[in-house]
Nanobody
Framework: HVQLVESGGGSVQAGGSLRLSCAAR????????MGWIRQVSGQEREGVASIDADGETSYADSMKGRFTISKVNAEKTLYLQMSNLKPDDTAMYFCAAQYTGISGCYSTSLDSATFDYWGQGTQVTVS
């Protein structure tokens, strides 16, 4: 069973920055595809950024240049550095993982349906 625990959300003024963290308590983190997905209440989930086992990354167009996804395999931790935040970035941010076995996961899909495991989410509010 894979457990993902997000932290780092909060309230910030427009133009500010936040760094989200996601600690993977189990699973072979280094071989997983990891992603950040966000959701506004009543709306569909939106892919934010993803990173594969090799460290290849992908971003939604509206996040390019403002958000950076990264991971530290030794710490089993995924990060999302968010800068120049806008009110439209207000959402619940979820960490998600896709495990495909020891051969590794090499997909940078932003489709939430590709992820098998999810954290509980952390709220980001930009005013």
């Amino acid at each position: 069973h894979v457990q993902l625990v997000e932290s780092g959300g909060g309230s910030v003024q427009a133009g500010g920055s936040l760094r989200l963290s996601c600690a993977a308590r189990t699973g072979t983190f280094s071989s997983a595809c990891m992603g950040w997905i966000r959701q506004v209440s009543g709306q569909e989930r939106e892919g934010v950024a993803s990173i594969d086992a090799d460290g290849e990354t992908s971003y939604a167009d509206s996040m390019k240049g403002r958000f950076t996804i990264s991971k530290v395999n030794a710490e089993k931790t995924l990060y999302l550095q968010m800068s120049n935040l806008k009110p439209d970035d207000t959402a619940m941010y979820f960490c998600a993982a896709q495990y495909t076995g020891i051969s590794g996961c090499y997909s940078t899909s932003l489709d939430s349906a590709t992820f098998d495991y999810w954290g509980q989410g952390t709220q980001v509010t930009v005013s």
